[in-house]
Protein backbone atom coordinates (compact mmCIF):
# COMPACT_ATOMS: atom_id res chain seq x y z
CA UNK A 1 0.00 0.00 0.00
CA UNK A 2 1.75 3.45 -1.24
CA UNK A 3 1.89 5.88 1.73
CA UNK A 4 0.46 9.61 1.59
CA UNK A 5 2.76 11.48 -0.70
CA UNK A 6 3.91 14.72 0.26
CA UNK A 7 5.10 17.54 -1.44
CA UNK A 8 8.95 17.63 -2.15
CA UNK A 9 8.66 21.60 -3.04
CA UNK A 10 10.09 22.68 0.63
CA UNK A 11 13.01 19.70 -0.06
CA UNK A 12 13.45 20.73 -3.68
CA UNK A 13 14.23 24.40 -2.61
CA UNK A 14 16.60 23.21 0.51
CA UNK A 15 18.72 21.31 -2.29
CA UNK A 16 19.27 24.25 -4.66
CA UNK A 17 19.77 26.28 -1.79
CA UNK A 18 22.95 23.70 -0.75
CA UNK A 19 23.28 22.64 -4.17
CA UNK A 20 27.03 24.04 -4.11
CA UNK A 21 27.01 22.09 -0.98
CA UNK A 22 26.11 18.62 -2.55
CA UNK A 23 28.55 19.49 -5.48
CA UNK A 24 31.44 19.27 -3.97
CA UNK A 25 30.42 15.89 -1.42
CA UNK A 26 32.87 13.35 -2.76
CA UNK A 27 31.47 10.14 -4.02
CA UNK A 28 30.97 6.92 -2.78
CA UNK A 29 34.40 5.10 -4.05
CA UNK A 30 35.28 1.13 -4.08
CA UNK A 31 38.92 -0.52 -4.12
CA UNK A 32 38.34 -1.33 -7.98
CA UNK A 33 38.71 0.51 -11.08
CA UNK A 34 37.03 0.85 -14.68
CA UNK A 35 38.51 3.19 -17.34
CA UNK A 36 36.71 6.21 -18.68
CA UNK A 37 37.96 8.17 -21.63
CA UNK A 38 41.57 6.56 -20.36
CA UNK A 39 41.33 8.18 -16.74
CA UNK A 40 40.63 5.82 -14.00
CA UNK A 41 38.06 6.12 -12.00
CA UNK A 42 35.75 4.26 -9.58
CA UNK A 43 33.64 1.46 -10.02
CA UNK A 44 30.57 1.61 -8.34
CA UNK A 45 28.20 -1.03 -6.78
CA UNK A 46 24.84 -1.34 -8.53
CA UNK A 47 23.66 -4.78 -6.28
CA UNK A 48 21.56 -6.88 -5.23
CA UNK A 49 21.70 -9.84 -2.91
CA UNK A 50 19.76 -13.22 -1.38
CA UNK A 51 19.19 -12.95 2.31
CA UNK A 52 17.66 -16.12 3.09
CA UNK A 53 14.04 -17.52 3.11
CA UNK A 54 10.62 -16.79 4.20
CA UNK A 55 8.73 -19.28 6.00
CA UNK A 56 7.19 -20.53 2.87
CA UNK A 57 10.63 -21.07 1.40
CA UNK A 58 10.38 -18.19 -1.39
CA UNK A 59 13.77 -16.15 -1.28
CA UNK A 60 14.61 -12.95 0.17
CA UNK A 61 15.87 -10.24 -2.55
CA UNK A 62 17.31 -7.21 -1.41
CA UNK A 63 18.47 -4.11 -2.91
CA UNK A 64 20.15 -1.18 -1.11
CA UNK A 65 19.02 1.04 -4.28
CA UNK A 66 19.23 4.41 -2.18
CA UNK A 67 23.40 3.57 -2.29
CA UNK A 68 23.26 3.29 -5.99
CA UNK A 69 24.89 6.30 -7.09
CA UNK A 70 22.83 7.19 -10.46
CA UNK A 71 24.68 10.19 -10.36
CA UNK A 72 27.48 8.67 -11.45
CA UNK A 73 25.90 6.08 -13.82
CA UNK A 74 23.99 9.00 -16.07
CA UNK A 75 27.16 10.08 -17.12
CA UNK A 76 28.60 7.03 -18.39
CA UNK A 77 26.28 5.84 -21.42
CA UNK A 78 27.76 2.78 -21.41
CA UNK A 79 27.85 1.68 -17.90
CA UNK A 80 24.32 2.99 -17.77
CA UNK A 81 23.27 0.06 -20.03
CA UNK A 82 24.74 -2.40 -19.02
CA UNK A 83 23.77 -1.76 -15.71
CA UNK A 84 19.91 -1.72 -17.09
CA UNK A 85 20.58 -4.46 -19.64
CA UNK A 86 21.47 -6.56 -16.50
CA UNK A 87 18.77 -5.57 -14.64
CA UNK A 88 16.04 -6.13 -16.88
CA UNK A 89 17.48 -9.96 -17.56
CA UNK A 90 17.35 -10.13 -13.95
CA UNK A 91 13.46 -8.66 -13.79
CA UNK A 92 12.77 -11.38 -16.61
CA UNK A 93 14.75 -13.97 -14.74
CA UNK A 94 12.45 -14.05 -12.00
CA UNK A 95 8.88 -13.56 -14.00
CA UNK A 96 9.86 -16.19 -16.00
CA UNK A 97 11.10 -19.11 -13.19
CA UNK A 98 14.40 -19.33 -14.87
CA UNK A 99 15.77 -17.35 -11.61
CA UNK A 100 14.51 -20.40 -9.46
CA UNK A 101 15.92 -22.96 -12.03
CA UNK A 102 19.55 -21.80 -11.75
CA UNK A 103 19.06 -21.74 -7.79
CA UNK A 104 18.19 -25.08 -7.62
CA UNK A 105 20.66 -26.53 -9.67
CA UNK A 106 23.35 -24.27 -8.17
CA UNK A 107 22.27 -24.67 -4.51
CA UNK A 108 20.49 -27.71 -4.52
CA UNK A 109 17.32 -29.26 -5.41
CA UNK A 110 16.92 -31.22 -1.85
CA UNK A 111 15.07 -27.85 -0.67
CA UNK A 112 13.94 -26.31 -3.72
CA UNK A 113 13.02 -22.87 -3.49
CA UNK A 114 8.98 -21.24 -4.04
CA UNK A 115 8.79 -20.12 -7.21
CA UNK A 116 7.27 -16.53 -5.79
CA UNK A 117 9.99 -14.22 -3.89
CA UNK A 118 10.32 -11.80 -1.16
CA UNK A 119 11.61 -8.63 -2.46
CA UNK A 120 13.10 -5.51 -0.18
CA UNK A 121 14.20 -2.25 -1.51
CA UNK A 122 16.04 -0.16 0.45
CA UNK A 123 16.23 3.53 -0.09
CA UNK A 124 18.62 4.50 2.52
CA UNK A 125 21.21 7.35 1.59
CA UNK A 126 18.52 8.54 -1.15
CA UNK A 127 18.98 12.44 -1.13
CA UNK A 128 18.64 15.67 -2.38
CA UNK A 129 21.18 15.33 -5.22
CA UNK A 130 19.13 12.74 -6.97
CA UNK A 131 16.07 15.40 -7.35
CA UNK A 132 18.11 17.99 -9.23
CA UNK A 133 19.19 15.44 -12.26
CA UNK A 134 16.23 15.13 -14.48
CA UNK A 135 18.31 12.00 -15.86
CA UNK A 136 19.23 10.97 -12.56
CA UNK A 137 15.10 10.96 -11.69
CA UNK A 138 14.62 9.02 -15.37
CA UNK A 139 16.50 6.48 -14.57
CA UNK A 140 14.81 5.76 -11.19
CA UNK A 141 11.45 5.88 -12.77
CA UNK A 142 13.20 3.28 -15.48
CA UNK A 143 14.39 0.73 -12.70
CA UNK A 144 10.67 1.11 -11.01
CA UNK A 145 8.98 0.52 -14.13
CA UNK A 146 10.65 -2.75 -14.99
CA UNK A 147 9.08 -3.77 -11.53
CA UNK A 148 5.65 -4.19 -12.92
CA UNK A 149 7.02 -7.70 -14.56
CA UNK A 150 6.89 -9.02 -10.65
CA UNK A 151 3.49 -9.07 -10.40
CA UNK A 152 2.91 -12.58 -11.11
CA UNK A 153 5.75 -14.19 -8.87
CA UNK A 154 6.02 -11.37 -6.15
CA UNK A 155 4.95 -13.13 -2.41
CA UNK A 156 5.20 -9.47 -1.15
CA UNK A 157 7.59 -6.79 -0.71
CA UNK A 158 8.86 -3.98 1.23
CA UNK A 159 10.22 -0.46 0.10
CA UNK A 160 11.47 0.73 3.00
CA UNK A 161 13.39 4.31 4.03
CA UNK A 162 10.94 5.81 1.58
CA UNK A 163 11.65 9.99 2.32
CA UNK A 164 9.23 12.04 0.57
CA UNK A 165 11.91 12.13 -2.36
CA UNK A 166 11.72 8.57 -2.84
CA UNK A 167 7.54 8.74 -2.47
CA UNK A 168 7.56 11.48 -5.12
CA UNK A 169 9.41 9.45 -7.62
CA UNK A 170 6.90 6.53 -6.52
CA UNK A 171 4.34 8.80 -7.15
CA UNK A 172 5.98 9.92 -10.82
CA UNK A 173 5.88 5.57 -11.57
CA UNK A 174 2.66 4.82 -10.16
CA UNK A 175 1.18 4.45 -13.77
CA UNK A 176 3.52 2.60 -15.57
CA UNK A 177 4.50 -0.06 -12.45
CA UNK A 178 0.93 -0.81 -12.32
CA UNK A 179 -0.86 -3.02 -9.67
CA UNK A 180 2.51 -4.76 -8.48
CA UNK A 181 2.52 -1.96 -5.28
CA UNK A 182 -0.58 -3.69 -3.91
CA UNK A 183 1.62 -6.49 -3.10
CA UNK A 184 4.44 -4.21 -1.91
CA UNK A 185 4.10 -2.66 1.50
CA UNK A 186 5.94 1.29 1.52
CA UNK A 187 7.38 2.52 5.06
CA UNK A 188 9.17 5.73 5.78
CA UNK A 189 12.62 5.94 7.54
CA UNK A 190 11.72 5.10 11.29
CA UNK A 191 12.84 1.46 11.44
CA UNK A 192 10.66 0.97 14.50
CA UNK A 193 7.50 0.84 12.57
CA UNK A 194 8.78 -1.34 9.65
CA UNK A 195 10.89 -3.79 11.47
CA UNK A 196 8.76 -5.59 13.80
CA UNK A 197 6.52 -5.64 10.12
CA UNK A 198 9.50 -7.71 8.96
CA UNK A 199 10.15 -9.95 10.91
CA UNK A 200 6.17 -10.72 10.83
CA UNK A 201 6.95 -12.74 7.73
CA UNK A 202 10.45 -13.71 7.87
CA UNK A 203 12.64 -15.61 10.04
CA UNK A 204 15.19 -13.15 12.45
CA UNK A 205 18.16 -15.77 10.87
CA UNK A 206 17.52 -14.82 7.30
CA UNK A 207 18.04 -10.95 7.15
CA UNK A 208 20.83 -8.82 8.29
CA UNK A 209 20.97 -6.81 11.81
CA UNK A 210 19.87 -3.76 9.51
CA UNK A 211 16.86 -5.36 9.23
CA UNK A 212 16.41 -6.84 13.02
CA UNK A 213 17.90 -10.21 11.52
CA UNK A 214 20.79 -11.99 12.76
CA UNK A 215 22.28 -13.26 9.92
CA UNK A 216 25.30 -11.97 8.50
CA UNK A 217 26.45 -13.50 5.28
CA UNK A 218 23.93 -13.45 2.31
CA UNK A 219 23.77 -16.15 0.35
CA UNK A 220 25.09 -14.52 -2.61
CA UNK A 221 25.48 -11.37 -4.10
CA UNK A 222 25.25 -9.58 -7.85
CA UNK A 223 26.32 -6.70 -9.34
CA UNK A 224 24.41 -5.45 -12.01
CA UNK A 225 27.56 -3.15 -13.71
CA UNK A 226 29.59 -5.76 -12.99
CA UNK A 227 27.09 -8.55 -14.60
CA UNK A 228 28.23 -11.48 -12.20
CA UNK A 229 28.21 -12.11 -8.42
CA UNK A 230 30.52 -11.02 -6.10
Excluded at 59 to 72: L, Q, Y
Aim: proline share 5%.
Amino acid sequence: MLCKCFSVLPYMLVALVFESVANVIPPNSDSKNVTQDNVEVPLKKFDYYVSGFDYDNRPIIIMDSGKWDTEWLVERPDECSKVLGNYAKYVDELSSGTFKYKFNNTYGKDNEINEEFVFIKDYDNYDFRRVQNSAVTKLGQQFLHLLKKFESKLGYGFIINANPLVQQLMELSRSTVGRVFERIDIYGTNSRKWIPQLLRKIPVDQLPPKYGGSQHEPIFKYDFLLGAKI
